[in-house]
């Protein structure tokens, strides 16, 4: 295997770093929804490399290896030894579609010697946590699904995806890798503190919540943020975001962002689902965990591809927007933080997110997460 960053800018367009992949199999990349709603660059690269599958998405910030920018794009050239690809792309009207949605993708997968799949979903009109069912109620267990759902910075008006086509909005993209040859490694962390007392979700549907021990949802979070952050809303909520688990299963947690509020109803709409009988628990950042979470996902990631010889290798970071506005100028040092764990034979990039798809670190279940840094390391055997 072999890669090559490639970026764009508005003064300096394309620009590739390297030897010139112009055979290359596949094309990551991430850039604003302003430079990729047009479909331009989308068509400039089909043009620079005629053979490849390309796949990308709007984002809430681009990593190019340790930087992180809100210009232009970030993306990687890939080229594969012994590893075929397949790429399905589908639409998704609202989230009630996500997991029929998600199954259609997993059934143009499907294969016996499908390795890993590497999915982009629009960040607004999804529930995550269906679409990752849906995709892993088709392909067979063991089979990593990673990726994250589509950024529009902290606006939350409209997210693009692309999977061999023009991004567009409602769109599901996803890349199959095959063969015994790809190596597919993953990681997650948080990285947050919970706070206040453990409440029960007594009334949700899907990912929108209504109560939590009997009061409107939205009453209770504005409280907690106080009158200037509930003005904010649903934005300012990406600094706050709720802990939910099973209490049968009180190790399984899982972090939900909100992605919307409605002031009438007193509900919340959150990314991925808020099940009615779990506990939940607010949450707040702490700058020093958030990078040692993810050195932990990169160290994770760096594992599973295990040594992939004088194959050069991909890391793909996906880190929640929330994370980002919480850090600030500090954003790169989770970045970097993540840099550190990787080899030098790992080319990185990434963006910024309003979801993560991985596997889950103690249950192995693939679904959705928020808040996190998820690290999805691609290579070839030696």
């Not at 490399?49 to 920018?69: E, L, R």
Request: charged letters at 20%.
């Amino acid at each position: 295997m072999r890669a090559e960053r490639v970026s764009w800018s508005e003064t300096q367009g394309w620009n590739f770093a390297g030897r010139g992949l112009d055979t290359a199999d596949l094309i990551l990349y991430f850039g604003t929804r302003q430079v990729l709603a047009d479909g331009g660059r989308f068509r400039e690269l089909k043009t620079i490399f005629p053979v490849a599958h390309i796949v990308g998405c709007s984002t809430g910030g681009q990593i190019h290896n340790s930087d992180v920018s809100d210009d232009g794009i970030a993306g990687v050239a890939m080229r594969f030894d012994a590893t075929r690809l397949r790429v399905a792309c589908e639409p998704v009207r609202d989230a009630g579609e996500s997991h029929a949605c998600g199954a259609a993708i997993g059934r143009a997968l499907a294969a016996e010697d499908l390795a890993g799949v590497f999915v982009l979903s629009d960040g607004l009109n999804v529930n995550g946590s269906e679409l990752v069912a849906g995709i892993t109620s088709e392909v067979r267990w063991g089979v990593p699904v990673t990726g994250g759902l589509a950024g529009d910075g902290a606006n939350f008006g409209e997210t693009v995806v692309g999977g061999d086509c023009e991004p567009r909005s409602q769109a599901v993209a996803a890349v199959g890798f095959y063969g015994s040859a790809i190596r597919i490694g993953h990681g997650s962390a948080g990285g947050w503190d919970t706070f206040g007392p453990r409440r029960r979700i007594t009334r949700s549907v899907g990912n929108i919540l209504f109560e939590l021990d009997g009061e409107p949802a939205l009453d209770l979070y504005e409280r907690y943020l106080g009158e200037e952050e509930a003005k904010g809303l649903p934005g300012t909520a990406l600094l706050f975001p709720l802990q939910v688990h099973d209490p049968a299963h009180p190790d399984h947690e899982v972090v939900r962002t909100i992605l919307g509020i409605d002031r009438e109803a007193r509900s919340m709409t959150f990314a991925g689902d808020v099940p009615q009988g779990w506990n939940a628990r607010l949450m707040r950042g702490n700058l020093d965990r958030l990078s040692a979470g993810a050195a932990d996902a990169a160290r994770q990631a760096q594992s599973g591809i295990g040594d992939c010889g004088e194959s050069e290798g991909v890391a793909v970071l996906v880190s929640c927007i929330g994370r980002r506005l919480l850090m600030g100028q500090r954003t790169s040092e989770e970045v970097e933080a993540a840099a550190a764990e990787l080899g030098a034979n790992i080319s990185r990039l990434g963006f910024y997110s309003y979801g993560e798809i991985s596997p889950h670190a103690a249950s192995g279940m693939c679904e959705l997460h928020n808040q996190t840094m998820t690290v999805t390391t691609i290579a070839e055997a030696a």
